[in-house]
């Protein structure tokens, strides 16, 4: 249903860098690049971001990846943690949401929850 989503970032190189490590074992890479806009994707162009506009601080904003399998929402865990970012909820069950939602959230430089998901057993 979402064709892409842009996010608002304050420093956008520090932003790609970090998208670069943790969508790279989800399949992601950069696509495109207009000016300081950037956008990932594995096809298509799902994630932009952009910078930041006025004053006020960006809004969190949650993203869920999907990952192929469990071993995969580990390996973002990990690329997270080689980009010191801080983790929210290490990769484990979630069997509040269902019985096979396996998921792992972490921070993003702007202070965004970002989760890589595998709805698998």
Not at 24 to 32: F, V
Not at 100 to 112: I, L
Request: proline share 6%.
């Amino acid at each position: 249903m979402l064709d892409h989503i842009a996010i608002q970032v304050n420093d956008v190189a520090a932003s790609a860098a970090f998208y670069d490590a943790v969508l790279a074992p989800l399949g992601g890479e950069r696509k495109k690049q207009f000016g300081e806009n950037i956008s990932f994707g594995v096809t298509g162009h799902p994630l932009w971001l952009v910078p930041a506009q006025g004053l006020e601080a960006p809004r969190e904003v949650h993203i869920a990846f999907t990952a192929a399998d469990r071993a995969t929402v580990d390996a973002f865990h990990a690329a997270a943690l080689a980009v010191g970012a801080e983790v929210l909820h290490a990769p484990r069950l979630w069997p509040e949401y269902h019985d096979s939602y396996y998921g792992a959230f972490v921070r993003d430089p702007d202070g965004n929850n970002i989760e890589a998901v595998c709805h698998c057993a």
